[in-house]
């Protein structure tokens, strides 16, 4: 599982169907989405309450399927205005913590080339 740490994150904007599970989130984003499932790529899908998010990703033979319900309280979802927005790492954080990942803003990469 350790191999998602550097993989892209896709979120979907639109709600699903959450009776949706791996053969039907697959068919999605194959078909309506044109992405491959097996690249590796996280994808994370919202409900339409906003109170649950669904994170399919493929690892070397199979799907992980991971599912988070809110017991109390919503994630704070971007507009919808595209289907998809890709997320850094942060942005993906932010989002399972319940903050708005749209209007934080990560500290900017640094690259050094001298050490001490």
Do not use: C
């Amino acid at each position: 599982m350790l191999s998602v740490i550097n993989s892209k994150l896709w979120f979907y904007k639109q709600p699903i169907d959450f009776r949706k599970q791996i053969d039907g989130l697959v068919v999605l984003l194959a078909d309506q989405l044109n992405q491959n499932p097996t690249s590796g790529q996280i994808f994370i899908f919202r409900s339409r309450r906003g109170d649950r998010v669904k994170i399919l990703f493929w690892e070397r033979n199979g799907f992980w399927l991971l599912y988070k319900r809110l017991e109390k309280g919503r994630f704070k979802f971007p507009d919808i205005s595209d289907n998809q927005l890709e997320l850094n790492s942060e942005q993906f954080h932010w989002l399972l913590s319940g903050l708005n990942m749209m209007e934080h803003r990560p500290f900017p990469a640094i690259h050094p080339t001298a050490f001490y």
